[in-house]
């Protein structure tokens, strides 16, 4: 045991005690950060779709739009991009933007 005399200092019936109150206190205001700055937590606890919250109203931009699910940007070698999209469907699409296109860094 590494810091064995700690207990000379401090007896077992102090020490063990404090110490899983600060376990326990620590859990509790990290879970208390957790569901005062999410929005899912607090739906999938109630039993509701996730993503049908309060929050759910203002990140989505259209709710009846059919947008993709996922896309990658793949560079090549000639500096254009490679959009790879997937469809709602589940389909996927390829697009090829050209450098002239492509917008300067600011």
């Not at 600060?22 to 950060?33: K, R």
């Not at 899912?40 to 699910?69: C, H």
């Not at 990658?72 to 090829?96: C, E, H, R």
């Amino acid at each position: 045991m590494n810091n064995a005399k700690m207990w000379l200092v401090v007896p077992p019936a102090v020490g063990v005690p404090v110490f899983l109150g600060a376990v326990a206190v620590g859990s509790f205001a990290v879970h208390v950060a957790v569901l005062s700055n999410t929005s899912w937590v607090a739906d999938f606890l109630s039993g509701q779709e996730l993503g049908t919250g309060d929050m759910a109203a203002a990140t989505m931009l259209a709710p009846e739009a059919n947008t993709a699910k996922a896309s990658y940007v793949v560079p090549q070698s000639d500096g254009s991009l490679a959009v790879t999209i997937i469809l709602p469907d589940g389909s996927s699409t390829q697009a090829l933007i050209q450098p002239s296109q492509l917008q300067p860094e600011l």
